[in-house]
């Protein structure tokens, strides 16, 4: 198959960064798509290190790039983006600090994370700010963080809904789902804390972090509504105990320790709630059920418009193997791989939900 899309009428040139949970399906992605090449794979394992890319996929076959832990020799490959997805949650400054370096070097780059750099106002001094800006007008190369949340089911999807809005009196965008599944230890037990007495305090709960963690959410669908939020944003949180001991794929959860929590950041204009970001996360499709539960089992992205007319839109997602948590990281990975082209095609500097064209999968439809 010949792959054109660039300018050039050649196919754009991607790495990988990391072959993670999401990194693999990223992989996966950019083989299949019609505009893209792959060229190199980062990973962080030496034992990664000389393995084919196709193989860390899961592929069943391999695509004839070894990956690598030499960040330079990935760098003079020159190529048009790097599509990264290595861990940021616990790291995230130095993760800051890659992506910033990739944009010096003149690199597009698309990333899931850190996930406040989606919308980063007011949560990012001005003078980082600066310097992205800086090396964005000197190189051309342009970084945008998304995703699937944050990302997609809280940036474009709702406010391409209130288009269809004649009075908006809130928005609210929720994550609903049974994070069973999700293998992901470093995320489950030490940012949520789940499995840990409910007097544990992980760093995720103290105040002001949730607003810098989804924060950009809030403030980025208030940028898209043109409306000025009260600050600080308001966060939240309500967290419960296991009833049974309940195993999960990343830490096994004893009765009596954490296994639940609903945290919602709230932005709000003149102290009326107008932009709301909601999770309900548990760990058991059965645990607490008064809160809200997605219209089939595991769970979905809802949005809820309150106003004239009401709405309310339910994105329900699955793989092919049935499990929600697996097709959350291709969805996740998707959002970042389709936008490569339109990213490589913007202007120097960080490049948001707000700035970029129509994504769509074109090129992706299945042959017979």
């Known amino acids: ?11 754009l040139k991607v ?7 999401v990194g693999r399906h990223a992989i996966a992605g950019i083989d299949r798509h019609p505009d893209l090449e792959l060229v190199g794979v980062w990973v962080s394992n030496p034992e990664k290190v000389g393995r084919d890319a196709g193989i860390l996929a899961d592929l069943g076959r391999e695509l004839g790039i070894e990956a690598t832990n030499d960040r330079d020799a990935l760098l003079a490959l020159r190529p048009d983006c790097i599509v990264h997805t290595a861990m940021a949650d616990d790291r995230v400054f130095e993760c800051i600090e890659d992506l910033f370096g990739f944009v010096e070097a003149g690199v597009n780059v698309v990333s899931s994370g850190p996930v406040l750099l989606q919308w980063p106002d007011r949560i990012l001094p001005p003078e980082m700010l600066d310097r992205l800006a800086d090396a964005g007008a000197r190189t051309g190369a342009s970084l945008h963080v998304n995703g699937i949340d944050p990302g997609f089911a809280n940036d474009v999807l709702p406010l391409s809904l209130t288009s269809l809005s004649q009075r908006i009196d809130e928005v609210r965008v929720m994550e609903i789902a049974d994070y069973s599944t999700y293998y992901q230890p470093v995320v489950m037990q030490d940012i949520y804390g789940f499995g840990k007495p409910l007097d544990h305090r992980p760093m995720l709960w103290e105040p002001g972090i949730l607003t810098m963690a989804w924060g950009s959410v809030v403030r980025q669908l208030a940028a898209g509504l043109g409306i000025t939020l009260d600050e600080p944003l308001t966060e939240e949180v309500d967290r419960r105990a296991a009833e049974v001991d309940t195993k999960t794929a990343s830490v096994d959860i004893e009765a009596g320790t954490m296994a639940a929590v609903r945290f919602q950041v709230i932005g709000k204009v003149d102290g009326v709630p107008r932009v709301v970001l909601e999770h ?89």
């Open 1 to 11: 198959m010949v792959k054109t899309g660039s300018t050039t009428g050649l196919p």
């Open 15 to 21: 790495v990988v960064w990391s072959t993670g949970t």
């Open 280 to 368: 309900v996360t548990r760990t058991a499709e059965d645990q607490v059920l008064e809160w809200a539960q997605p219209p089939e089992g595991g769970g979905c992205y809802r949005v809820v418009i309150t106003g004239e007319p009401f709405m309310q839109c339910d994105f329900v997602h699955h793989g092919e193997h049935g499990d929600h948590n697996v097709s959350g990281m291709i969805v996740t990975a998707q959002r970042l791989v389709n936008a490569v082209p339109a990213v490589v095609a913007s202007p120097g500097g960080l490049v948001t939900a707000l700035d970029l064209p129509l994504v769509t999968g074109k090129g992706l439809v299945a042959h017979a």
